[in-house]
Nanobody, 116 residues
Framework: QVQLVESGGGLVQPGGSLRLSCAASGSIFSGSAIRWFRQAPGKQRELVASISSGGVTNYADSVKGRFTISRDNAKNTMSLQMNSLKPEDTAVYYC??????????WGQGTQVTVSS
């Protein structure tokens, strides 16, 4: 069974930085597209960033230029570096692995709070 475990969330001041990490078990990681989602209270889940198995990245307009998604296939980990954080970035962040374009695996979620 594939397990995704997230870490790195917390409280940060506006303009600060956080780095979220997600560690995956199993052997599906290198062949999966990796995505980070977030969901704020009362709002729909939002795709924040993605990186394909070939390394192509995409970002939501709201985070472009501030967030960077990366993956380390050798370690079966993925990260989201978040800089210049804004209060509107406050949400629960979820890592996701899309295997073979068909099966989704989800992390448990980690809270990011941006507040002064």
């Amino acid at each position: 069974q594939v397990q995704l475990v997230e870490s790195g969330g917390g409280l940060v001041q506006p303009g600060g930085s956080l780095r979220l990490s997600c560690a995956a078990s199993g052997s599906i990681f290198s062949g999966s597209a990796i995505r980070w989602f977030r969901q704020a209270p009362g709002k729909q889940r939002e795709l924040v960033a993605s990186i394909s198995s070939g390394g192509v990245t995409n970002y939501a307009d709201s985070v472009k230029g501030r967030f960077t998604i990366s993956r380390d296939n050798a370690k079966n980990t993925m990260s989201l570096q978040m800089n210049s954080l804004k209060p509107e970035d406050t949400a629960v962040y979820y890592c996701n692995a899309l295997y073979a374009g068909l099966i989704n695996y989800w992390g448990q979620g980690t809270q990011v709070t941006v507040s002064s």
